[in-house]
């Protein structure tokens, strides 16, 4: 499944820039002649041979999948002489940090107030979980954007873009301080939705819980409400475990708007710019890097999964 999926993403991503009514050596010529540029169509000439723009397309499908062969992904057109994997490597780890904490904090997160909240009475808590939930289903770019206007201009709590303040060292204690200061707002808006999809989830196999005969005779017991939610909890948090697959993907592709609406350096607003400029293998390159942090992040949580489900485990071992 991983390998066809891989495949499918390597050919159509060579395929659907090419699908644009431009390409990128005309708008970087453009760009050159507005800004005053000269000896343009030798320029011209130079960049189509360069990328090989004026082959055939089996040519260009031939020397892209040599490419990847040699794990050689080219220059980008819109910032040459860069080459595409130094500027992907540049801004991955920005992208990870949003996704990866955004992740582990909605998913314990959303847990454990879907579990607090199936046990309690707790009007203010019942408040709380409800606007979550609706919070949840507003797209993100719109609530990116009422937390930008809100406390980015409105309040001026937040800075509005970017990963940290180019002025300071990022190594440093007021570096970090800083990156983690530029770093609420777009967490907030990817991490908020996926929590609230994981505490509804969460209350929703909690309620199941509590009617379980288990539940029954250990409330006839005795026993309290926390010992009960705690055993509950264990037994609802395996099958939420199998949905974080389907909100991993989900989560990437709000990172990917969070990082457009915030002026966020990685993977997505570099994307956006590769777009914007038709540029070619930039595209590719960004595309292919998102679909196989996707892959790899699945493959992953397949054989967490296979560990944190007993069940699964033993499957595998007697297979």
């Known amino acids: 499944m991983y390998l066809t999926a891989a495949v499918l993403v390597i050919f159509f991503v060579f395929i659907i820039p090419r699908l644009m009514p431009s390409n990128p050596i005309q708008i970087l010529m453009a760009q050159s002649l507005s800004g005053g540029g000269g000896n343009a169509a030798a320029m011209r000439d130079m960049l189509m041979e360069r990328y090989a723009l004026n082959a055939p397309l089996l040519t260009q499908l031939e020397k892209y999948l040599t490419g990847l062969i040699n794990l050689d992904l080219g220059q980008s057109i819109a910032f040459w002489p860069q080459s595409v994997v130094s ?33 309690s009475d707790n009007k203010i808590l019942s408040y709380f979980y409800n606007g979550l939930v609706t919070v949840s289903r507003t797209p993100v770019f719109w609530f990116g954007m009422l937390l930008l206007y ?30 983690l200061h530029h770093l609420i707002l777009p967490l907030l808006s990817i991490t908020i939705v996926v929590l609230g999809y994981f505490a509804f989830s969460m209350r929703s196999m909690m309620t199941y819980e509590v009617e379980t005969d288990y539940v029954k005779y250990s409330r006839g017991l005795g026993f ?28 990437v592709g709000y990172t990917i708007v969070a990082e457009i609406a915030f002026n966020y350096p990685g993977l997505g607003f570099l994307m956006l710019r590769a777009i914007n400029n038709q ?16 892959l790899i992040g699945n493959f992953l949580i397949d054989l967490a999964y296979s560990w944190v489900d007993p069940r699964i485990r033993k499957g595998y071992s007697e297979g």
């Not at 801004?91 to 847990?111: D, E, F, M, Q, R």
């Not at 609802?236 to 974080?244: D, E, K, N, R, V």
């Open 87 to 119: 500027l992907i490597l540049e801004k991955l780890p920005w992208t990870l940090l949003l996704v990866i904490i955004g992740l582990i904090t909605s998913y314990y997160g959303g847990a454990y107030l879907g579990s607090l909240v199936s046990y």
């Open 150 to 179: 809100l406390f980015a201009y409105k309040f001026e709590i937040f800075p509005s873009s970017g990963a940290y303040s180019a002025d300071l060292p990022l190594f440093s204690i007021n570096g970090i301080i800083s990156l």
């Open 224 to 251: 309290s409400n926390g010992k009960l939610r705690s055993y509950s909890k264990d037994n609802a948090i395996i099958p939420l475990f199998s949905q974080l697959p389907i909100q991993f993907n989900a989560l």
């Open 279 to 294: 540029d070619y293998p930039l595209i590719q390159g960004t595309v292919l890097f998102l679909a196989f942090v996707v």
